[in-house]
C-alpha cells in the first residue's frame, strides 16, 4: 500500500514538473499606441496630411476647373470636336463623381507607404523583446477583453523603442491626435 501511495505521489510529481516546464507565457501589446508615440510618427503624420491638401485636394480642384472649361468649350462646338469633348465630360463626370472613393484609396495608399517602416519596427522590437523574454505569444489588446496588467508588454516595448513614458508609466498620447489605421507591414 505504501507502494502505491509513493508511486502515486510520484507520478504527480513528474506530471506537475512537467506541465510546468512546458508552461507558455502569454503578452499583449498595442501596436497601433506604439506606432502612434514613435518619434517619427508626427513627422510622418504631418507628411500624409500635405500630400492629401497637395495632392487629393489639388487635384480635385483641377479636374473640376477642367470640367468647366470644356463643358463652356462643347457648348460653342459643332461636329466631331463636341462628339470628343461630350466624351471627356463623361468621363470627367465619372470620375468626379467617384472621387471621394478615388480619394481615400489614394490616401489609404500614401498612409501604408508611409507608415508600413513604423509598423516593421515596432513588429520587430515585439518579437525581440518577446524572444528576450520568453514570451511564447503576444497579441494585440484589442484581442482581450479582460487581461492583467502585468501581461502588457507596451511599456517596456516603448521603453526599448525610444518612446518617452511619463512617471506613471504611460506613454503620453499621441501629439498629432489619433492613432494610424492599422496597417499590415510588407516583409
Known sequence: MKQVKFLAVALGLVLVSVFSANAQKI???SVDALVANLPEAQQKQQELQKWQQDSIGGTYTRLAQEFQEKDSAMKKATGSVKQVLE?????LNETLAN??????????AKQAQLFNPLYKKVYDAINAYAKEKG???VLTQD??????DSDNLSLPIAT???????????APA??????PASTTPKK
Not at 99 to 108: G, L, N
Not at 143 to 148: C, G, S
Open 135 to 137: 514570451y511564447t505569444y
Open 160 to 170: 526599448k523603442l525610444g518612446i518617452k513614458v511619463n512617471p506613471q508609466g504611460n
Open 87 to 91: 466624351r471627356d465630360l463623361a468621363q
Open 174 to 179: 499621441p501629439a498629432g491626435g489619433a492613432a
Open 99 to 108: 472621387w471621394q472613393q478615388i480619394a481615400q484609396e489614394a490616401s489609404q
Open 27 to 29: 503578452g499583449y501589446v
Open 143 to 148: 484581442a482581450f477583453v479582460v487581461a492583467p
